[in-house]
């Protein structure tokens, strides 16, 4: 048992855990008081239930030393990590699976205990072959397992090749035929749960969570309301749709914008294009969005500008690929090209293009708390409710309230004597209310 660790109870264990001298991260708030989460239920508990009604005592008691706990992060668009790449299936296709269980148990170290593995653009079988693999679990499982599935994110290939970033043209595809399209490419069995069963387990779950696509392509816009209905969130991205048209995705279901500002058209003042629709009157029909906090995809004064103008719909992701965790250098990328890595930062070698990122999801917490000025709960939100609320999972990811998965960070803060820059460190990680991380 780790030092700041107590046992309290000499009876039975029932898994509970009580952390003190701790503040809570709450939706925009910081609150000084006890946490309690079963490691048996994988819950957070209430407090008032436990003493007062059922009388159980807590098995063990962390003393945290006026530390912040958070809810587990929450990444919607990772492409990979360690060195693996979730759009590249091996030859021996069970090989997949060993490979995700090593890296789910290496990012849960990061503080990210759930998130959307992200698949590029590929052929449909890349799809047919990795999607059965990334399935969520429906529920708490081994907390040793690590960071958890939530459902895949498809960012392509029904993508608008004038706005590919790094996508490859050859595999972008349109769908002509709606619905018809998008099955025979991901496999109609991964694009929703079995009916067989009325409460689905992790064999039923729908493995596609979310799909990034253009509405303008083909049938695309017509089709979002049969995704929808589904229970697949529908983000705009990688699209030259101009206001009216992303307007109409809007309306017919859209609540995500992937990467604002990236690969899309930039606002102009007589169509400001998909940035336009945070600009809608009614608060409620402004979708989500995704925004990388690296320090180059973005300037910090288009995150702030994003921000200010729909806070509650602000995500931060990493848009990480598998060199995340890896040294600098230059590295082969799927489709012959070579990627450049410097720090969190990825290019294309020989040219300024942005091949996504390499960088923590802390990370781009600290950049947003140094870049915009919130407050450290709110920043946190970012990355925590806001996206369990995007992803229809509040209740269950993304808060500290009872009943709610008992998936945790605890974080110290620290600022640079001669910068002033702000840092958060992921001290501790608990998954279903199990300790899997620790540096002190
Ligand atoms: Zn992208």
Redesign the pocket.
């Known amino acids: 048992m780790a030092p700041w660790i107590s046992a309290d109870a000499d009876g039975p264990r029932r898994g509970i855990t009580r952390f003190i001298n701790c503040r809570l991260v709450t939706g925009d708030k910081i609150v000084k008081q006890d946490l309690y989460v079963s490691s048996v239920t994988g819950k957070i508990l209430s407090s008032q239930e436990l003493f007062f009604q059922q009388c159980y005592v807590a098995d063990e008691t962390v003393d945290l030393q006026d530390r912040l706990v958070a809810p587990g992060l929450i990444d919607v668009?990772l492409n990979g990590a360690f060195g693996f790449d979730f759009s590249v299936v091996p030859e021996n296709v069970s090989d997949y699976g060993k490979t995700l269980r090593k890296v789910n148990k290496d990012l849960v170290k990061t503080g990210v205990t759930s998130y959307l593995p992200t698949l590029?653009s590929q052929k449909p079988e890349v799809y047919q072959s990795a999607l059965p693999f990334l399935r969520p679990s429906g529920g708490p499982r081994d907390a040793e397992d690590g960071s958890e599935s939530l459902g895949a994110h498809c960012?392509?290939p029904f993508l608008n090749p004038v706005k590919n970033?790094?996508?490859n043209t050859e595999v972008l595809i349109s769908a002509e035929h709606g619905l018809r399209d998008i099955e025979a490419c991901y496999g109609a069995e991964n694009m929703q749960a079995s009916k067989q069963h009325s409460r689905p387990g992790p064999d039923q779950q729908r493995a596609v969570t979310m799909i990034?696509a253009a509405p303008e392509q083909g049938k695309m816009t017509q089709t979002i309301p049969d995704l929808v209905n589904r229970g697949i969130v529908y983000s705009i991205?990688?699209s030259d749709a101009d206001y009216e048209q992303a307007s109409s995705a809007v309306a017919k279901g859209a609540t995500m914008i992937?990467?604002l500002f990236?690969?899309m058209r930039p606002l102009h003042h007589r169509n400001p294009g998909i940035f336009g629709v945070l600009g809608q009157s009614e608060r409620q029909w402004r979708p989500y969005f995704g925004i990388i906090a690296d320090g180059i995809h973005l300037h910090p004064t288009a995150i702030k500008i994003a921000f200010d103008s729909h806070p509650d719909g602000f995500i931060l992701v990493t848009?990480a690929m598998r060199l995340v965790g890896l040294p600098d250098g230059i590295y082969d990328w799927t489709n012959g090209d070579r990627i450049v890595k410097k720090g969190p930062h990825l290019t294309l070698e020989g040219t300024d293009k942005i091949a996504?990122s390499s960088i923590t999801l802390i990370e781009c917490v600290s950049n947003f708390l140094n870049w915009s000025g919130v407050g450290v709960a709110e920043a946190l939100k970012t990355v925590t409710l806001t996206p369990a609320r995007m992803l229809g999972l509040h209740g269950t990811k993304g808060s500290l309230d009872s009943g709610a998965d008992a998936d945790l960070v605890v974080l110290s803060e620290a600022t640079d004597a001669a910068t002033g820059h702000r840092d958060l460190h992921v001290d501790q990680v608990w998954k279903f209310g199990t300790c899997v991380h620790a540096t002190k």
């Open positions: 668009q590029t960012e392509g970033g790094i996508h990034t991205g990688h992937t990467h990236n690969a848009d996504g």
